[in-house]
Every structure is written in C-alpha cells, then in structure tokens.
C-alpha cells in the first residue's frame, strides 16, 4: 500500500494516480499527481514523501527486453513502482517503472582468488611478451577482462565458483539437422544445465549437433554466440547455416578484419514466404517415434563392426589351424553350445590340461554342458581336436547369432519406417523454425561497424548468432551485454585465458570438444592456480570445467562415427575410446590401412627424415592411381614443421601439407603420417619419444583419413617403448593385406654404415676397400664409382679421392678472393673426375655425412662450392641420408660418358 504525503498532508486518498519524472527546467526531480476531482499537480519531490520506500547501494541494472547490463551507483525506490537511478558519473539520475527493469547485486567474483589468478596470468603475459604483436594480443585480453560485467548470473560465476546451475524445461525440441541416439542426449543435455559438455571424438557429428543446439535457441527468441580459437571450426558452422537458408541470421564477427567485411556486405532477410509447416506438438510425435528405434539403429552398426571383426578373426584362426597342420575333424555342433558355452566348455578342456578325465569331471560336464559321453575327449589327442573344433564353432556360432540379430534389428527398423521417420522429422523441424522466424516482427536492417553496439539489442534481434573467436568476443559486443548462450568449440585447444572471457558474457555455456585429442599449448609462468582444475599451465577449457564441476557436469560423449572407414576409426576405438564409439560406415572389403617401414639406419636429421619420403615416393610411384572418393584429396601429416617443408619438396603437389596440430579439425580422403624419429640416443631420449608417442598426436593422425591411412615408421624406433605407434603398427599388420605392409622399400648403399643393413647390401659391403678411405662412407662411393667408371660409356673417365682444392681449382685465377686462396691452401676433395688422357679435372663428388648440418661445417661448404663455380667445375654433393647413390653418380659421369661414347666411334 502506496502512501503520499504533499508538504505535511497525506494526501493519499485523494491521488488516483501518480509519477515521478526528472525536470530539466528545475533540475529536480517531480512528482506528478492525479486526483479523484480529475486535477493534476505537480510537486517537487523533495517537498514530497512517497512510501515505502528503498535505498539500493551499488546494483546490475538490466532493462526489459535488453542483454545488457549496467553497473549503477545507487537506487531508490518509490512504492516499489519507480526506480530512480544514479548512474557512476552521471550527472543526473535516470527514472525507470518497475515493472521496466531488473536489480540485482553485483556479484564480487572479480575480487575472488580464481578471477584474480587468471587476471595475473594474463598481465604477467603481457608483461613477458616477446614482440610487439604478443603484446598486443596480451593487452586487448587484459582489457576484456576488466570490461566483464559483474553480473551473477553468468556462466563465469557458475565456474568460478564450481556450481552448476539447472534450467527449466521448456518446450519441446526440435532437430532440423537430423539426430542420432547421443546427439539427442547432448541436445537435451544443453537445455537442462547452465554448463554442459558435448565430447565430439573425430567423425561424430559434432557440427551437426552444434546445429541442433542452435536451431533451438533460435526457436526459443534467444541470442548465442559461438566461438573457437580454430576459425575453421566456426567457419563449418557458417557454411552448413548458409546452406540451409539461415546464414542471415549470424553476425560475423571477431577481428576488425572481419566486422569490416561483415557490415560491408550485410546478409538480406529472406523475402520468400516459408512453407506450410506443421506446429510444434506434432514434431514431438514424430520425434516419440523416432525415439522407439534409436537403440536399434546403433545396435545395427555395432553388429556390423562385431560380424566384421569376428571375420577377421577366423581367419586368422583358419589359416593357422591350416599352417600348423592340425586336423580339427571333431564335430561338436551335437552338443548345441551357444558361443558363451563353447568359451567356457573351452576354458575347462584347457583346466584339465593333460590329466584324464575323473568321475568329478563327468558330472561338471553333465550338469554344465549336458555332455553325457566324455569318450570323444579323454585322450589328450581326441581332446586337443575337440578343443580346436570348439574355437571354430565358436566363430561359426557367434557370427550366426549376430547376424541373425543384425537381420531382426533392420526389420525393426523397416517396420518402423525410421529412415522415412527421421527424414520427416528433420524437414517437419526446419519448417516449424523457417516458419517460426518469419512470424516475428521484421527487425531492423540498417547497421554498420561504428555503431552496432550502440544499438546492440535491436542488432541480437537482426543477428541471434554471433561468431568470433574467444579472444575478440568481448571487443566485438556492446559493453555489459550478456548472451543467453555460448558455446566454445574446439575447447581442448581453448587455452584458459582468454577462454574465460566468453563465460563472462553468456548467462549459460556449452562447452565441445575432445579430450583425447591434441590439447593447447600452455605459456609457462610459473604461477600458482587457486585450485588444480583453473591452473593455465595444465589444462584447456574443456578439462578445467570437468575438472571444476566434476559429477555436477553433464557430459556426452558422441558414439556415433561417420567420417572414417571401419578398419581405420576402429584403431582409435580401441585404443583412447574404450569401445564406446559406433562406427557407422560401411566396409566393402577395401584395403585402407597400409604400413611402410623404413631400411634399418639412423635416417633422421634435424626433425626430418628423408628416408621415409624417399620411400612414401617409391611406394606412390608404383600405385595405379590416387585414393580420391569424395574429392577431399590426399594429405600428409609429421609431428615437426621441419618434416612438412622438406615434404614440400618431394611429395607430389596435390598433397596438402602440414603439422598435426595445424590439421586436428581437417580431414582428407587420404592421410600419410610420418613419425620422423629413427633409432639414435638423442631420438629415443623420453621427452622426444612421448612427443611423437602422445596419445592425442596418435589419434588426430589417424582420425584425419577418412578412407586409407598410411603410416610411414622406422624399423623398432617405437617397439622399445611399447606405447601407442608400437600398437598403431600391430593394428595395421593384424588387418592389413601382406601386400599393404612395405618393408624397406628404398635401401640406400650409405646403409652400410648402420650396424645393421639390408641383406641386398651384403654384395657391395664385402667389395669395399678399407684402403680408399678411412671412411666407410667415402669406401662406398669409391667402390660405387669405381662400378660405375667400368663401363664401356666411361672407360675415358678416371677419379682421385682426397686432392688438394688447389690443385683442381687454380689459386692464380683472378677472380679468386684472398679468403678463398686462404681456403683452397687447407681443404681437399673427397673424389674428382679426370679424363685418363690429359688429366683435366671435370667435377668433384663430395660425401657430407651428419657434421655438414652444422652452421660452421656448411658455410665452408658453400665457400667451396662458390670457388668450384668460378672454376666451372660442377659438384654432386651426396649425403649419406639419401638414397639412390648409384643413380646420382652415374647421371653425374653422364655428360662426359656421352663425349667418350662420341670419341670412341
């Protein structure tokens, strides 16, 4: 009950209605009253008393309808009808009804040990940033931090804190990008809880999930934004909207770059009118159906995995009963075992070993497998068939049962019209949402990069789905907006600061990404974290938020896979999934997997491997042509930059090119890895090995191939340590065909130096001659040479090992440098080739071992092949990383071979 007194009368009776407004002309605020007698005067408020009345200290401001929120310096409230506001350095307040707007306490989680860890780390980055870029970069997250709104209902409160907050239902779902049994949950997940996880491994739907999510926010007139440090990851999400009709609907923000790109070519609202669509209770009968056959949908796809794997192994099982030369000619389909049976009937015969078969065993036989004559296996032989027998009927027995449950889950299906069910579901909710947003009140259309966040909530009307990367989203919204939603992609990758900066700006977060894929790569700072799950230097967003709400999380893992051949993403099922995945592409009996081991040798230099280019080269020249399905080319991947530029150079130039981590997110028809290490001390040192062996590192790799994998391996670099390119190679040996498994397909004669070598290089070891060198690489390509001067074409040709510089390359030559005739003085040739008659040098051939690598080594190298030139003398250098020696040499003697060839006619 509202009371108004004017001067010392209450004249509350009287007043039908009242307001409070600011004057400008007396700069004071007045108060308007209505009177029963149809009169109206107005009063300064100060000479006025209205009650009650509430004194607000320092509050979050939120109008109605708005996303942003204002700190303001105090409030009072009048009858609990007008609120007057003092805004921080305002000169005047500001009068707002009610019923207008919202109040609440500013929350102090910026004052809190988790906000001000990640503000240290953040200005402790910016202080340590080692370019001009660095620290700009650092600079402009220190900034967004400090411009976050002290709002308590953000996701930023939610896991600063580590409480989870629950949502209300609401209406029903829609799924206009289709679904499958775990995108269903993951959807569900995201609309009960303020934070939730989506775990996409590779191949799931991630996208396609994401898209679901946002089809729903959409439909419930809310604002998201979604984000990632990868742009390509956002970009997929922009593509699969634009494809459907809906691209006008996000804003493409971020950088200055791209606002500017953005707001200069502005999506047209659609004008054609949406088709005819059926309204919300009907989606969710056809969902309820859709629902009903889920289960057996999956239960399909794994059948067809368990039929597929029980195949190979009695196979394996086939062909070494076949080479062992055991005779399995027991029957024992009599005994009616199912599979579980004949394991256990199996499991008992292997318990009786060799002793014979005792009243005891009589009756364990009856009671458990109603064998009633034990004769056919009391004697070891006759026992040892049937055991063997038993392993054959258990594959024939297992492999008839699952498919007979394979062929009653498709009639499931058929009989319940799923296919046509989904299909209908999908279009029936793209339809209702099409509909829905046509419906609403045309927003506004005239924006630009200057003043959208003036204008920033009819700007969320026009652009629902903003996208940005995590470390530009608070620059690239109106100060204090809150989004209804954020979702982070890619948050493995999401470093934590500026990963929080997003959850300070949506009110609930949706977090996706994997785990068991490559995570980020910390700045180390030494700084200590609040608590384990917020610490920068070891965790991504995505594990700090399940390490932070731990069982409060609701967290869904993606099962269904559909990016990779069978054989291919059941490597990776088996190894950092636990079996969890479903992989629902079909096997046609195709070869995706294929292995090449290099020659033995330490082929490795600097982070790159010659050898296992060489020999990737070797094995492409010989195929009959590319894998090349879905158009998505052939990719080659290595753990060192390094690796990837020298591939540039070899590899074919339709191979895209790069490290693992530039490629997590990208997938190709094919996809070479190659793991670089060979066998050297340095290579097999823990930190190098666990580089390469990492788990994530061994998972992006093989996730990438969606139909043929090829790993190209040094021979025993990884067996030592038995991790997880030790199991990718015993994976591939077990599924791949022989022909698939290239074992040393290019042997280099500088293989001689290694302890162990190719047995086709045994010839040329024992024709080596300790006398032309004390190196043996030198003793190689002197006998190399000596062979290839043997032939007819040559017989004109000679060469000297070890001569003087200057005694090939004249020191009285002009054009010589005094540096350089100091140089010729002390350095020798390794081999140089002469006519026999005459004696004119005409090239030199050098061997550069490991040494030459060396800044120091090759710039001696280069002064000597610069003083060679002004003598016109060609060199070959060979070093003993490379291959195809011979070659090199006798299309080096080639010019001259062809001269002698002519004089000898």
């Known amino acids: 009950m509202v009371s108004i007194h004017v001067g010392d009368e209450e004249k509350t009776a009287e007043i039908s209605d ?188 991630k996208t396609q999930t994401i898209l679901n999510v946002l089809a729903n926010i959409l439909l419930r007139g809310q604002t998201v934004a979604v984000l990632s440090n990868n742009n390509a990851a956002v970009q997929n999400v922009y593509e699969k909207l634009e494809k459907v009709g809906l691209g006008h609907l996000i804003a493409k923000l971020g950088n200055q770059v791209n606002r500017s790109d953005f707001f200069a070519d502005l999506p047209a609202w659609p004008s054609d009118e949406p088709e005819c669509a059926p309204a919300l209770e009907e989606i969710q009968e056809l969902l309820a159906r859709v629902k009903q056959h889920l289960h057996d949908h999956n239960r399909a796809a794994q059948l067809q995995v368990d039929i597929d794997e029980l195949r190979v192994e009695r196979r394996y099982l086939s062909r070494w009963l076949e080479e062992s030369g055991v005779q399995s000619t027991a029957s024992v389909n009599k005994y009616g075992l199912n599979p579980r049976k004949t394991a256990d009937l199996m499991a008992y015969l292997s318990h009786l070993g060799e002793q014979r078969i005792r009243l005891k065993d009589r009756i364990e036989l009856l009671f458990n497998f109603r064998i009633f004559r034990a004769k056919p296996f009391a004697e070891g032989d006759a026992r040892l068939a049937v055991f063997h027998a038993l392993q054959m009927h258990y594959y024939d027995k297992a492999l008839q049962d699952k498919e007979a449950e394979l062929q009653a889950c498709r009639e499931s299906l058929a009989r319940g019209n799923f296919d046509v069910s989904l299909e209908a579901l999908k279009t029936a909710s793209m339809r209702h949402l099409k509909q829905h947003l046509q419906r609403q009140k045309r927003p506004l259309d005239c924006f630009d990069a200057k003043t959208y966040r003036r204008q920033f909530d009819a700007f969320v009307k026009r652009f629902p789905i903003l996208g940005s990367g995590t470390h530009s989203i608070v620059n690239s919204i109106a100060p204090g907006a809150i989004l209804d939603y954020v979702i982070i992609d890619e948050a493995s990758l999401q470093d934590l600061v500026p990963g929080i900066l997003p959850l300070g700006c ?279 040479l000596r062979e290839a001067l043997s032939v007819q074409a040559c017989q004109a040709l000679m060469y000297h090992g070890q001569v003087k510089l200057n005694q090939v390359a004249s020191p009285s030559d002009p054009n010589m440098t005094e540096r350089e005739r100091a140089f010729m003085s002390r350095a020798s040739c390794d081999f140089v080739i002469y006519f026999k008659v005459g004696k004119t040098p005409l090239g030199v051939i050098e061997v550069d071992g490991g040494r030459h690598d060396k800044p120091e080594q090759a710039a001696r190298d280069a002064l000597k092949n610069h003083i060679l030139a002004k003598s016109h003398l060609p060199i070959l250098r060979l070093r003993t990383i490379e291959s195809g020696i011979e070659e090199r040499i006798a299309g080096f003697l080639a010019a001259w071979a062809h001269t002698t060839a002519d004089e000898a006619l």
């Open 18 to 205: 009242w307001a409070i407004f600011w004057s400008d002309k007396y700069e004071a605020l007045q108060l308007t009253c209505s009177y029963t007698s149809k009169k109206k005067y107005t009063y300064p408020l100060c000479e006025c008393r209205v009650a009650p009345i509430r004194e607000l200290g320092e509050m979050m401001l939120t109008k109605l309808g708005s996303k942003i929120v204002k700190p303001i310096a105090r409030a009072t409230i009048y009858g609990e009808r007008y609120a007057v506001v003092q805004y921080p350095d305002a000169n005047k307040p500001y009068i707002y009804k009610m019923d207008s707007i919202g109040l609440d306490a500013p929350t102090t989680i910026k004052d809190a040990p988790v906000f001000q860890y990640f503000a240290a780390v953040a200005n402790s980055r910016m202080k340590r940033a080692a370019s001009k870029t660095d620290y700009e970069i650092a600079a402009n997250v220190v900034r967004q931090l400090g411009q976050l709104p002290a709002s308590a209902d953000t996701a930023l409160q939610a896991y600063c804190t580590g409480r989870n907050g629950a949502l209300r239902p609401g209406q029903g779902l829609i799924y206009p990008f289709g679904l499958n049994e775990s995108q269903l949950t993951a959807v569900e997940q995201a609309f009960r809880s303020q934070v939730s996880v989506i775990e996409g491994p590779p191949g799931t739907g």
């Open 506 to 784: 949506a009110k609930n977060l949706i977090v996706v990404g994997d785990s068991r894929q490559l995570a980020h790569i910390p700045v180390v700072l030494g700084l200590r974290a609040p608590a384990e799950a917020y610490d920068c230097e070891r965790y991504s967003l995505l594990d700090s938020c399940i390490g932070v709400f731990k069982g409060a999380l609701p967290r869904t893992l993606l099962k269904e896979h559909y990016r990779c051949h069978p054989k291919i993403i059941q490597f990776c099922n088996q190894q950092f999934y636990d079996n969890a995945l479903v992989p629902m592409t079909k096997d046609d009996g195709e070869e995706p997997l294929r292995l090449v081991v290099t020659a033995k040798g330490n082929h490795a230099r600097q982070n790159t491997n010659l050898r296992e280019l060489d020999s990737l080269v070797k094995l492409l020249s010989e195929e009959e042509e590319p894998i090349g399905l879905d158009g998505d080319g052939r990719g080659f991947i290595a753990p060192f930059r390094a690796q990837v530029n020298l591939s540039s150079t070899r590899l074919p130039a339709d191979f895209v090119k790069d490290t693992v981590h530039k490629f997590q997110g990208r997938e190709c028809d094919e996809i070479v890895f190659s793991t670089v290490l060979d066998k050297k001390r340095y290579n097999q040192a823990r930190p190098r090995l666990d580089f390469i062996d990492d788990p994530r590192m061994v998972n992006v790799a093989v996730s990438r191939a969606k139909h043929r994998f090829t790993l190209v391996t040094g021979d025993e670099v990884f067996t030592g340590n038995n991790g997880h390119i030790a199991a990718l190679m015993r994976y591939v040996t077990y599924y791949a065909q022989d022909e698939q498994i290239v074992r040393a397909p290019v042997v280099s004669a500088f293989d001689l130096l290694y302890r162990e070598y190719d047995q086709s290089l045994a010839r040329l070891n024992a024709r080596l001659r300790p006398e032309d060198s004390r190196y043996k690489s030198e003793q190689i390509v002197a006998q190399v």
